[in-house]
């Protein structure tokens, strides 16, 4: 009969050392989270929590935006280059050089210049993220040009001239694909 009740009594323990690996491994997944840093969103130049909160505020206002307002980019010229693999349709790219100058034209519908528009830039790699640099300091002239002067690019390969342009409380952002030859790199 000793060995009928002595054959029970280790459930008990097992389920302690099932609770106890659990809140171990629950505590160790929330220290872990919390201590990864939060990147930007490439997107809308903001954190990606802050993009996904405001998601319907970001699109209403480029469509007020576009409604309201035109924008030509020039300073580029188009490039043959089309990325191998790509399931989607591949974007327009540009040729991109050891340094760039891009305008950004803003006007009305009506054709009347934009001159209190305010526009960032970030140039960043779409495979890697390691270049991201951010350009606020973009000359303006009276007839609503916004001109990015000496834009560098120092590795071959592709890139994305993120452009962020706002007036008032209407907001668009603007991709413009780059790639740079690698013969180019010197």
Known sequence: MDKKNDSGKFWPYMIL???FIGITLGYWTVKKTISLPVHESNAFMQKYQSADKHAIEIEESQE????????????LEKSNFKPKHLKRKPHQYYVLKNSNK??????????????????TILLTRPSSGDVNRYIKDIKKSSNGEYIVDNLKVDKPGRYIIRAKIS???????????GYKEPKEAK
């Open 102 to 119: 891009i305008v950004y034209k803003v006007s009305t519908k009506d054709g009347k210049a934009v001159n209190d528009a305010n526009v």
């Open 167 to 177: 007036v008032g409380e209407d907001t668009k952002y603007i991709d413009t694909y």
């Open 17 to 19: 050392g099932f609770l």
């Open 64 to 75: 007020r935006f576009n409604a309201k307002y035109n924008v030509l980019i020039s300073g």
